[in-house]
């Protein structure tokens, strides 16, 4: 992903916001040709503080050929974008652009074998049902046992593995007339507009006045 110092996080940054997401596009390469699968992405890391992403396709999935042979990988995590016309930045002189954010991350993809597949989807599940049920204790177990190896057989589980982070938030950083931008950001009815409107009063990534760590 090309990128710039002041549109890109701090590491940190960039795993809670793969985290608060957990979701983006898988890219892999295989025979000459370039499979994408867009999935949930589970960000986590292991005792020793190295950073994996495990996941999971559909077993009838193309790209699951490679999962076995180390071959290199990239998951696209984004988050909220528009397009943003000359006005509102206050003027008509201003060329007109696109705010966005976005993750990439490259990898070496691993095969999981049927019980570390199980592993990982029971993982995932339980930290996105707790996020999205407030106390729920909802598991795999209460499916019945001949539809939960079912679903299990027809998914091909992998992780990657050594991992590097890149970022670009363009955010209209040192641009100027960022006030002006934020009003017509709030202004719209679009929930990705408002959120960008915060982002670019307050970006997260480095540059003047900004965390470096």
């Not at 042979?69 to 008509?92: C, H, K, N, Q, S």
């Amino acid at each position: 992903m090309y990128t710039k110092e002041q549109f890109s996080l701090p590491l940190a940054a960039m795993r809670d916001f793969v985290r608060d997401r957990s979701f983006g596009v898988l890219a892999t390469h295989h025979a000459g040709e370039i499979f994408t699968s867009p999935l949930p992405i589970d960000l986590r890391e292991t005792e020793d503080g190295e950073l994996f992403v495990a996941g999971h396709v559909a077993r009838a999935n193309g790209m699951s050929e490679v999962f076995g042979t180390g071959a290199p990988a990239t998951v696209t995590v984004l988050g909220p974008d528009t397009y943003v016309p000359a006005e509102w930045f206050g003027t008509r002189s201003r060329i007109p652009t696109w705010l966005y954010c976005a993750v990439e991350i490259s990898g070496r993809l691993e095969l999981s074998d049927d019980g570390r597949k199980r592993a990982d989807v029971e993982v995932l599940i339980d930290r996105l049902q707790k996020r999205a049920v407030d106390g729920s204790t909802w598991t795999l177990d209460e499916i019945p046992a001949h539809l939960s190896e079912e679903y299990l057989k027809h998914i091909v589980g992998y992780r990657l593995l050594d991992l590097r982070l890149t970022s670009c938030f363009r955010l209209n950083q040192g641009k100027g007339g960022g006030e002006t931008l934020a009003d017509a950001l709030r202004s719209a009815d679009d929930s990705a507009r408002h959120e960008l409107a915060e982002l670019t009063l307050t970006p997260p990534t480095y540059g003047p006045g900004r965390p470096v760590s």
